[in-house]
């Protein structure tokens, strides 16, 4: 299947560091979307960007929309416990349609 | 506003069977997306609906099918299951079909088949 590379694959750190997190594409995407999945359960959307050169905050993430379209990075500053997680970049197409593309998913594990 | 629901959360079947899930979208949206995912081959697109027909659909064999009623809700359905179909079976509601629109994904069902 169609997936986005996304790097790193997983990190592990200490509570207070930050952390980046990227994808990228061969394809030129109209939306980046940005989603943290806990165990069990649905991924959850954390940020949306809809233009590119784009940056935006949702308290300590910050993600931006790359300026070539095709890629976009995720930031976490001062981590703590309860932000581990799998995190997913997900990429839209233009059209009428809602098909996302995901990225292969991040693993953050933060250690008190 | 409540989020996306899907029923059951969990289920089990074997192998020859046939399964339906059910999604209920956001209320007010009227897209429902389906997908699947597995730790081989992480989220991938099955179908999407919006006015109760399909205007999008992925790679996944024909066993793979679904609807939408008058009232968005969406249900999903696998028939002859294989083990290779056990997968979380996720589904997302948008407010309407189109690029550029945020998807709210529910909890997803977890289908093991045996």
């Known amino acids: 299947g169609q997936q986005l590379n996304q790097s790193p694959q997983s990190m592990f750190i200490q509570e207070g560091e930050d952390v980046s997190m990227n994808c990228t594409s061969s394809s030129i995407f109209n939306t980046w979307l940005w989603y943290k999945q806990e165990p069990g359960e649905g991924p959850v959307l954390l940020i949306a960007?809809?233009?590119?050169?784009e940056l935006t905050s949702n308290g300590r993430l910050t993600a931006q929309f790359g300026i070539t379209r095709k890629d976009s990075f995720l930031n976490i500053s001062a981590s703590i416990p309860s932000d581990v997680g799998i995190y997913f970049c997900a990429g839209q197409l233009t059209g009428a349609t809602n098909k996302l593309i995901f990225g292969t998913g991040t693993l953050l594990a933060v250690q008190p | 506003k409540a989020g996306v629901t899907q029923t059951p959360r969990y289920l089990i079947k074997t192998r020859g069977q046939q399964v339906t899930l059910s999604c209920s979208p956001i209320s007010g949206h009227r897209s429902v997306s389906w997908y699947q995912q597995t730790p081989g081959q992480g989220l991938q697109f099955l179908f999407e609906?919006?006015?109760?027909?399909?205007?999008n659909k992925g790679n996944f064999p024909g066993r793979f099918s679904g609807r939408q009623f008058s009232n968005s809700r969406s249900e999903m359905n696998v028939s002859t299951l294989e083990l290779g179909d056990s997968a979380l079976y996720l589904c997302a509601s948008s407010l309407r079909q189109g690029s550029g629109l945020e998807q709210y994904f529910g909890p997803g069902t977890r289908l093991t088949v045996t």
């Open positions: 609906y919006f006015s109760e027909t399909q205007r």
């Open positions: 960007l809809y233009k590119a050169g």
